[in-house]
């Protein structure tokens, strides 16, 4: 699987778009980049996934740039409970044994 | 809809003691289930997955071991634990899907 660069840390103000970025230069055609994120002492959580498209849902958007080598994820409206590690993956789309590889990850402070 | 359960919740345990840790998936048949490790401060780490009862895949050589001896349940087992061992387990499982679902996670701590 390829490997991801993020930034170690971010603030964002409460209410604000928090736009998390992500490097992804060595990514193969049939790669995904997937979104989690991981709330201190819970377990990651799911937020979003994409190929090629930009993709949105109830809880983010993802802009995949068009050579596919960077991923920015987008939270609208950040609000406290956003505050979390968020991890940028990506993986072959139908890797027999769909594992996914955790790196350093972005810690989003939301401030009020 | 489907849960993941993980216990105990929180754990400490003496070098040299055995370890059994349990995870088990409720609403959902055949998943893939997965053992991950966090060291404090760190990233995820892949210890084992499973695509299937009896089926066991490491990613990492060490002292645990991992067991599905039911389609809904895995177990992550030690039989005697190191220092380096402590840190926060998770288990998750996926499905047809691509995306993996984690549990609450169980925290050892090792003395």
């Known amino acids: 699987d390829a490997k991801t660069t993020q930034p170690p840390s971010m603030d964002c103000a409460e209410g604000r778009a928090a736009n998390l970025p992500c490097n992804h230069s060595?990514?193969?055609?049939?790669?995904?980049v997937y979104w989690y994120r991981q709330i201190h002492s819970q377990g990651p959580q799911y937020i979003i996934h994409?190929?090629?498209n930009n993709e949105t849902n109830e809880m983010a958007s993802l802009i995949i740039t068009e050579d596919r080598k960077s991923s920015t994820l987008i939270l609208p409206h950040a609000t406290l409970r956003d505050t979390a590690v968020y991890y940028c993956?990506?993986?072959?789309?139908?890797?027999?044994?769909?594992?996914?590889?955790f790196g350093g990850g972005t810690r989003l402070m939301v401030k009020p | 809809s489907q849960t993941i359960h993980q216990w105990p919740a929180t754990l400490v345990q003496p070098v040299g003691s055995p370890l059994s840790l349990e995870c088990t998936v409720e609403?959902?048949?055949?998943?893939?289930l997965y053992w991950y490790r966090q060291a404090a401060g760190r990233g995820l780490q892949l210890l084992f997955y499973s695509v299937g009862i009896g089926q066991i895949s490491s990613e990492v050589p060490q002292n645990l071991s991992a067991s599905r001896p039911q389609d809904r349940q895995f177990i992550l087992s030690s039989k005697k634990l190191l220092l380096s061992d402590s840190g926060f387990y998770l288990c998750?499982?996926?499905?047809?899907?691509?995306?993996?679902?984690f549990g609450p996670g169980t925290r050892l701590t090792v003395t």
């Open positions: 998750a499982w996926s499905y047809v899907s691509y995306e993996q679902y």
């Open positions: 994409g190929l090629k």
């Open positions: 993956i990506v993986r072959v789309g139908n890797n027999a044994g769909n594992m996914l590889t």
């Open positions: 060595t990514i193969s055609g049939n790669e995904y």
């Open positions: 609403g959902t048949s055949n998943p893939n």
